[in-house]
């Protein structure tokens, strides 16, 4: 059995090794998705929310804070994107 990892970064911001695909591939099997997270680059959503909202994130641009997007596990089967 092989775990295999690919990692995501942006070193220009200081985000490094954040997992992104996670695969397992039984002996002599096909490979089989543990996990996939996409991660927020620039492009953040307007908000009208006045508290815990910093207006330097917002749909013009903005420093990506590397936080996850998208997370689905087991194949795909759970995802869920905020």
Known sequence: MTYQTQYWSWP???ILNRP???TVT?????????A????????MIASSATSNHDPAYTA???PPRGNPWCVSGLG???????
């Open 76 to 82: 795909g089967i759970d995802g869920v994107c905020t």
């Open 12 to 14: 220009a911001y200081y």
């Open 20 to 22: 992104m695909l996670t």
């Open 36 to 43: 996939n997270t996409t991660y927020g680059g620039g492009t």
């Open 26 to 34: 039984p002996a002599g099997g096909s490979a089989f998705t543990l």
């Open 60 to 62: 013009n641009g903005g």
